[in-house]
């Protein structure tokens, strides 16, 4: 099956993602790669639980002044949401329906987006408001490391897809770039996931103490 | 589909290109050969700074200061730049051939992570002119690095970041190799002890690397940015950089003497000419010993004061890792056992690691042992303890298999009289050097100390040890004679040079052609080339019709992203200094590395294919088989 074949609808293989050997090893090495992210964000989650409200002197603002719930229920039904419209784009890449997926791949996008500009407000309102920042105690840094890794990726993931959008836009599905969109879902999915442990470990664990 | 014909520039710069852009794993073998080499000769020369100043008491052949830089950077340097590229430089020259395979899976990946080590390792050795090297320890434990004055311990950050990228790149990439690109037949149960070794080693790689990822990190920034994980008056825990170091340290030893165990268990059947004794239970010990490498880190920080019950815990856990271990060793005495031997260079080495590598598990049971530790902790018994895993196990592993896959590599065999010579040298040298530290430690000689003084019972022992490290660099000046004078004979022994090898790299001609396997062979069971040996066969039988074959285009990508993250780092180590040209280095660096990798991205590369009438007419010529 050569990578670049045109398909339709009907001749479009059941799992397009892994019906070449390079998808194939895409696939698997990818599972790997978020293994290996998943004991890197398991050590952030340890470092922040570590240095969690461990601030220089009394004057520094805890866990337990600086989060508001509201905010953060917006941010992780904004990532929860992504994470869903991105399932719906795969689900009609698998389809073979091109247009559709790019559709759910925007609002994927613009999703990711709401979610960052949401981010980049409360990191701005902790710092103008209490002072709270990278440099200003183990505490701020231990929690800037671990929010602002999961922030960085949710760039990467964003800047992928974007361009994924961008590069294919005027050619369609075919088996060279059905594995890319593909991993780049999974990846956004294992954004969504770590943003669920932040969500209970940082922000909800950070309100009753 | 694109087709591009074969055509070699020709020349020097055509070589060079060639080697820039190479993503056959053969070549990446050579680079990681090459580079590799360069490392251990680099450390090596540390290693005999350290032991002249040590020679006599009260030396002033180096500076105290200097003194802790060249320890730091033998330790960094041997381990990271030195021992892992060199066993990469087998798992990718063997591996894929051990199971049949025609490429790895991600040959691009592994180019980059070829070049992401290089430019790490050559970040970290640049420390050397720009200002002095790391001097806390291999360990750089927080406490003491974060107050390390001048660029050195932002080397060794920024330098291990880039390199423990590409090392993880490579884990992963072997992994899903063996899972993938297995021939028809070749079953987990059939694959060589090599192949074995390499995908735990590979599976400790991808799980201990973030660890090591995000401490480095951390020390990044709290050295260069300003943060406060480390340090105690911001409410940081020093403690954090020690565990994620070991979390990482420990399985990081396993990642170093697994794939050593199996170019022994390559060895040793071949020259005994006897199957491997306990095949399965070979595979049992080294999946065991990986799963327990992660469960023993604290061992290394019995003194901190984790609490009796952590220190029993990890205790009791360490030492049971010496049950697999003892498995293994029992296994390779078995196979020897009624054997044909004959003692080749590479079988001598392997028979001699045996007794060293016993002697440095024994130690490492004392060791586990945490009341007996608070004894022997940071003193030259621990010295004597891990040269004697990591020289007695890991060393004479890379000097056997460079022995033992030369010929595979480059076509040629290596000198075994000068072989002979080199092996002499080396293992008398070595138990020379570090038998007699032991019991320099217990005598009270603690580590990393500077230089000691007369009358305390200290100098004859090292005395002794120095020249045993002289005698093991004579060792090795010879290997480098032999491997000049082999390469410029440029003797080429063809296929099966050893003419007792049992598995699939050998049932092709050496060196590979660069497509490996004209047809994929059918594998019918363990030790696959013996089995068809046996039957009187001499090729393997193939598994498919002469087809057309897919490869991969060369791509300089890989060099480019490296580049970038090298040229980021001195933009990210000298915006300390308040430099004004420091954060456009670090922008311009990062731009390269993104811009490679989006051009990657965004640009199809389909490969071509070699058209099965080119593959006949090989054949015809009588040319490559």
Redesign the interface.
């Known amino acids: 099956m050569a990578a670049e074949e045109k398909f339709s609808p009907q001749t479009w293989p059941v799992s397009p993602e892994q019906a070449t050997l390079e998808g194939k090893n895409k696939f698997l090495g990818f599972w790997f790669f978020l293994g290996g992210e998943t004991v890197l964000f398991a050590s952030l989650f340890a470092t922040y639980l570590a240095l969690k409200d461990s601030v220089p002197s009394p004057d520094h603002a805890l866990a337990k002044d600086l989060f508001e719930l509201p905010l953060v229920f917006l941010m992780t039904m904004l990532l929860l949401t992504s994470s869903l419209t991105s399932v719906f784009a795969m689900y009609h890449m698998k389809n073979y329906n091109f247009k559709k997926m790019q559709t759910w791949l925007f609002i994927t996008v613009v999703l990711g987006l709401a979610f960052l500009a949401c981010e980049i407000y409360e990191f701005n309102h902790y710092y103008h408001e209490f002072g709270h920042t990278f440099t200003s105690s183990a505490f701020g840094s231990a929690f800037y490391m671990l929010v602002g890794f999961h922030g960085g990726h949710v760039v990467f993931g964003l800047a992928w897809i974007i361009a994924l959008m961008i590069r294919n836009a005027k050619r369609g599905l075919n088996l060279y770039n059905a594995p890319k969109f593909y991993l780049a879902s999974l990846y956004w999915h294992f954004i969504d996931v770590v943003w669920v442990f932040i969500f209970t470990v940082v922000y909800l664990m950070g309100m009753v103490g | ?1 694109s087709t591009i014909a074969h055509t070699q520039k020709r020349g020097f710069a055509g070589t060079v290109w060639e080697y820039l852009t190479t993503v056959d794993h053969k070549k990446i073998a050579i680079l990681y050969l090459i580079a590799g080499g360069l490392f251990f000769l680099i450390g090596g020369i540390e290693a005999m700074m350290i032991r002249i100043q040590l020679a006599v008491p009260n030396n002033d052949f180096v500076s105290a200061g200097l003194f802790n830089e060249i320890i730091t950077m033998h330790g960094t340097t041997m381990i990271f730049l030195a021992a892992m590229p060199l066993l990469f430089a087998f798992m990718n020259a063997v591996m894929p051939l051990q199971i049949g395979a025609r490429d790895v ?2 040959p691009f ?1 592994n180019a980059l992570g070829f070049w992401l080590f290089f430019f790490g390792g050559l970040f970290l050795n640049l420390s050397w002119f720009l200002g002095g090297a790391p001097d806390a320890g291999w360990t750089s434990y927080a406490s003491l690095s974060l107050a390390s004055e001048g660029h050195g311990v932002d080397f060794y950050v920024l330098g291990l970041q880039i390199s423990g990228f590409g090392t ?1 790149m490579g884990g ?2 072997f ?2 190799t063996i ?3 297995r021939a028809p037949g070749m079953t987990y149960m059939r694959m060589p002890l090599f192949t074995w070794t390499t995908f735990v080693a590979s599976a400790l790689i ?2 201990a ?3 090591l ?3 480095l ?2 020390m990044m ?2 050295r260069m ?5 480390f ?1 105690v ?5 020093t403690i ?1 950089w020690e565990h ?1 170091f070991w ?1 990482f340290g420990h399985p990081e030893v396993y990642i170093l003497i697994l794939p050593a165990f199996g170019i022994f268990s390559e060895i040793f059947p071949t020259f005994a000419r006897k199957r491997l004794f306990g095949y399965s239970s070979m595979v049992f010990a080294t999946v065991l010993i990986g799963f327990l490498g992660f469960m023993v880190w604290a061992h290394h920080m019995f003194t901190t004061g984790l609490g009796p019950i952590a220190n029993a815990i990890f205790a009791v856990a360490t030492m049971a890792i010496a049950v697999p271990t003892g498995i293994k060793i029992f296994n390779w005495i078995m196979t020897i056992w009624g054997g044909k031997i004959t003692f080749t260079v590479p079988m001598l080495y392997a028979v001699s690691f045996i007794p060293s590598f016993v002697m440095g598990g024994v130690t490492g049971v004392m060791q586990a042992a945490a009341p007996a530790d608070y004894q022997f902790h940071d003193s030259y018994f621990i010295v004597a303890h891990f040269h004697y895993v990591i020289v007695g196990g890991v060393v004479l592993a890379l000097l056997a298999g460079c022995h033992f896959y030369w010929p595979l590599m480059f076509g040629t065999m290596l000198s075994e009289r000068l072989g002979k010579i080199t092996f002499a040298l080396f293992f008398t040298g070595f138990h020379l050097t570090f038998f007699i530290q032991h019991f320099l430690g217990l005598m009270g000689m603690p580590r990393r100390v500077w230089t000691f003084l007369p009358g305390q019972g200290l100098e004859t022992g090292n005395l002794i040890s120095s020249i045993g490290a002289a005698f093991m660099a004579a060792g090795v000046i010879i290997f480098l004679i032999n491997v000049v004078n082999t390469q410029v004979k440029n003797v080429q022994v063809g296929r099966d040079p050893w003419k007792d090898g049992r598995t699939l790299e050998w049932a092709i001609p050496s060196p590979a052609p660069f497509y490996n396997f004209k047809q994929l062979p059918l594998v019918r069971g363990l030790d696959a080339f013996w089995i068809e040996k046996m039957e009187g066969k001499t090729e393997m039988t193939p598994a498919e019709p002469i087809g057309d074959i897919h490869m991969p285009n060369n791509a300089f990508a890989p060099f480019l992203i490296s580049l970038g993250l090298f040229i980021a780092a001195f933009g990210a180590m000298y915006q300390v200094d308040d430099k004004p040209w420091a954060i456009p280095v670090l922008i311009i660096g990062m731009a390269i590395t993104f811009g490679s990798m ?1 051009y990657r ?2 640009k ?1 590369d ?1 490969g071509y294919h070699i058209h099965k009438e080119d593959l006949l007419d090989d054949a015809d010529k009588g040319g490559t088989r």
Do not use: E, K
């Not at chain 2, 940015?225 to 994980?229: K, L, R, T, V």
């Not at chain 2, 008056?233 to 825990?237: D, I, L, Q």
């Open positions: 589909m899976a991600f990946i993880l992963i990439n992994l899903v899972i993938n690109m991808l799980f690397f973030p660890p990822t995000v401490g990190f951390m920034f709290d940015f300003g943060s406060g994980f340090d008056a911001a409410g940081g825990n954090i994620f979390i989006l991205s965004i199809d389909h």
